[in-house]
Protein backbone atom coordinates (compact mmCIF):
# COMPACT_ATOMS: atom_id res chain seq x y z
CA UNK A 1 0.00 0.00 0.00
CA UNK A 2 3.00 2.52 0.85
CA UNK A 3 4.33 1.81 -3.08
CA UNK A 4 0.81 3.38 -4.17
CA UNK A 5 1.15 6.44 -2.27
CA UNK A 6 4.46 7.58 -4.07
CA UNK A 7 3.35 6.83 -7.55
CA UNK A 8 1.16 9.66 -7.60
CA UNK A 9 3.90 12.15 -6.57
CA UNK A 10 6.66 10.43 -8.55
CA UNK A 11 4.35 10.75 -12.03
CA UNK A 12 3.43 14.41 -11.33
CA UNK A 13 7.44 15.20 -10.82
CA UNK A 14 8.06 13.52 -14.20
CA UNK A 15 5.30 15.34 -15.91
CA UNK A 16 6.41 18.44 -14.70
CA UNK A 17 10.26 18.05 -15.54
CA UNK A 18 8.93 16.87 -18.93
CA UNK A 19 6.93 19.97 -19.55
CA UNK A 20 9.58 22.46 -18.35
CA UNK A 21 12.06 20.52 -20.52
CA UNK A 22 10.63 19.60 -24.03
CA UNK A 23 7.57 21.98 -23.87
CA UNK A 24 8.99 24.63 -23.07
CA UNK A 25 6.25 25.42 -20.23
CA UNK A 26 8.27 28.02 -18.13
CA UNK A 27 7.15 31.11 -21.08
CA UNK A 28 3.54 29.06 -20.33
CA UNK A 29 3.59 29.75 -16.75
CA UNK A 30 5.22 32.92 -16.64
CA UNK A 31 2.55 34.18 -19.19
CA UNK A 32 -0.06 33.46 -16.75
CA UNK A 33 1.46 34.38 -13.90
CA UNK A 34 3.16 38.04 -15.23
CA UNK A 35 0.85 39.11 -18.50
CA UNK A 36 3.71 41.89 -19.06
CA UNK A 37 6.05 38.92 -19.65
CA UNK A 38 4.49 38.89 -23.26
CA UNK A 39 7.37 39.55 -25.90
CA UNK A 40 7.72 43.19 -26.80
CA UNK A 41 7.46 43.54 -30.64
CA UNK A 42 10.91 43.91 -32.29
CA UNK A 43 10.12 44.97 -35.93
CA UNK A 44 8.40 48.28 -34.97
CA UNK A 45 10.18 50.97 -36.80
CA UNK A 46 10.43 54.26 -34.45
CA UNK A 47 8.92 56.37 -37.16
CA UNK A 48 5.98 54.23 -37.61
CA UNK A 49 4.93 54.14 -33.65
CA UNK A 50 3.33 57.85 -33.16
CA UNK A 51 1.04 56.68 -36.58
CA UNK A 52 0.51 53.20 -34.72
CA UNK A 53 -0.76 54.92 -31.64
CA UNK A 54 -3.77 56.55 -32.83
CA UNK A 55 -6.83 54.33 -32.98
CA UNK A 56 -9.13 53.52 -29.91
CA UNK A 57 -8.21 51.05 -27.24
CA UNK A 58 -9.31 49.11 -24.91
CA UNK A 59 -8.41 49.33 -21.23
CA UNK A 60 -8.42 46.21 -19.37
CA UNK A 61 -10.20 46.12 -16.58
CA UNK A 62 -8.26 46.87 -13.24
CA UNK A 63 -9.21 47.20 -9.19
CA UNK A 64 -12.52 48.18 -9.37
CA UNK A 65 -12.75 49.87 -12.68
CA UNK A 66 -14.35 48.16 -15.50
CA UNK A 67 -12.94 48.33 -18.88
CA UNK A 68 -12.23 51.83 -20.45
CA UNK A 69 -11.41 53.49 -23.33
CA UNK A 70 -8.32 55.60 -24.92
CA UNK A 71 -9.26 57.45 -27.92
CA UNK A 72 -5.65 58.94 -29.54
CA UNK A 73 -7.10 60.65 -32.32
CA UNK A 74 -4.41 63.02 -34.02
CA UNK A 75 -1.13 63.79 -33.69
CA UNK A 76 -1.50 65.25 -30.36
CA UNK A 77 -5.33 65.20 -28.64
CA UNK A 78 -6.75 62.06 -26.67
CA UNK A 79 -9.62 61.21 -25.05
CA UNK A 80 -9.34 58.80 -21.70
CA UNK A 81 -12.87 57.08 -20.56
CA UNK A 82 -12.64 54.67 -17.33
CA UNK A 83 -15.98 53.19 -15.49
CA UNK A 84 -15.89 52.23 -11.92
CA UNK A 85 -17.95 49.21 -10.49
CA UNK A 86 -21.26 51.64 -10.03
CA UNK A 87 -21.05 52.52 -13.49
CA UNK A 88 -20.03 56.35 -12.60
CA UNK A 89 -18.06 57.20 -15.76
CA UNK A 90 -15.43 59.86 -16.06
CA UNK A 91 -13.66 61.06 -19.16
CA UNK A 92 -10.46 63.57 -19.54
CA UNK A 93 -9.39 65.06 -22.23
CA UNK A 94 -6.14 67.00 -23.52
CA UNK A 95 -3.43 66.46 -25.00
CA UNK A 96 -0.32 64.53 -25.39
CA UNK A 97 3.75 64.42 -25.87
CA UNK A 98 5.13 60.67 -27.60
CA UNK A 99 8.92 60.39 -27.88
CA UNK A 100 10.48 57.46 -28.98
CA UNK A 101 14.10 58.93 -28.95
CA UNK A 102 14.88 55.97 -26.78
CA UNK A 103 14.65 52.03 -26.46
CA UNK A 104 11.34 52.62 -23.93
CA UNK A 105 9.05 55.52 -25.41
CA UNK A 106 7.75 58.09 -23.56
CA UNK A 107 4.38 59.30 -23.34
CA UNK A 108 2.46 61.89 -21.38
CA UNK A 109 -0.59 62.72 -21.02
CA UNK A 110 -1.55 66.28 -20.11
CA UNK A 111 -5.11 67.18 -19.17
CA UNK A 112 -5.88 70.62 -21.23
CA UNK A 113 -2.91 71.48 -23.33
CA UNK A 114 1.05 70.17 -22.16
CA UNK A 115 2.44 73.69 -22.76
CA UNK A 116 -0.01 75.33 -20.42
CA UNK A 117 1.25 76.87 -16.97
CA UNK A 118 0.67 74.60 -14.18
CA UNK A 119 0.54 71.47 -16.92
CA UNK A 120 3.39 70.17 -14.43
CA UNK A 121 0.75 69.44 -11.99
CA UNK A 122 -1.80 67.56 -14.50
CA UNK A 123 0.58 65.46 -16.56
CA UNK A 124 0.62 61.73 -16.17
CA UNK A 125 4.41 60.83 -17.23
CA UNK A 126 4.71 57.62 -18.79
CA UNK A 127 6.73 54.73 -20.86
CA UNK A 128 5.19 52.60 -23.36
CA UNK A 129 5.86 49.14 -25.05
CA UNK A 130 3.78 47.94 -27.82
CA UNK A 131 3.24 43.79 -27.70
CA UNK A 132 1.46 44.13 -31.19
CA UNK A 133 0.46 46.34 -33.37
CA UNK A 134 -3.19 45.92 -31.70
CA UNK A 135 -1.63 45.79 -27.80
CA UNK A 136 0.30 47.57 -25.85
CA UNK A 137 1.29 48.65 -22.41
CA UNK A 138 1.23 52.14 -20.24
CA UNK A 139 3.12 52.28 -17.33
CA UNK A 140 2.88 56.39 -15.26
CA UNK A 141 5.11 57.38 -12.64
CA UNK A 142 3.51 57.55 -9.43
CA UNK A 143 5.60 60.36 -8.75
CA UNK A 144 5.79 62.02 -11.60
CA UNK A 145 9.50 61.39 -12.86
CA UNK A 146 9.85 59.21 -15.80
CA UNK A 147 10.62 55.41 -15.43
CA UNK A 148 13.27 53.30 -16.73
CA UNK A 149 11.60 50.47 -16.97
CA UNK A 150 8.16 48.64 -17.02
CA UNK A 151 8.06 47.15 -13.65
CA UNK A 152 4.06 46.69 -12.78
CA UNK A 153 2.75 44.55 -9.91
CA UNK A 154 -1.24 42.96 -9.72
CA UNK A 155 -3.43 45.67 -9.78
CA UNK A 156 -1.21 48.58 -9.69
CA UNK A 157 -3.45 51.71 -10.58
CA UNK A 158 -0.77 53.35 -12.35
CA UNK A 159 -0.15 50.09 -15.34
CA UNK A 160 -2.64 49.97 -18.00
CA UNK A 161 -2.70 47.20 -20.87
CA UNK A 162 -4.22 48.25 -23.81
CA UNK A 163 -6.33 46.02 -26.97
CA UNK A 164 -7.07 48.11 -30.19
CA UNK A 165 -10.75 48.26 -30.38
CA UNK A 166 -11.81 46.59 -33.91
Keep these: MSKKIFIGPICFFIFVLISFVFLN ?3 SFNFILNPSSLPVLEEINP ?4 SLLIGEWIIAPINNLKPGSLIIKDENNYSMTRWDEAD ?3 TITGEYKFDVSSEIYAVDFCLGGCDQPGSEWTTQVGI ?6 NEMEIQFSPDGKRLS ?9 YFLHLTRKK
Excluded: C, H, M
Excluded at 128 to 133: G, I, K, Q, T
Excluded at 149 to 157: H, L
Design 25 to 27: ASY
Design 47 to 50: EDAP
Design 88 to 90: QGS
Design 128 to 133: LRFLSE
Design 149 to 157: EFTPKDNDP
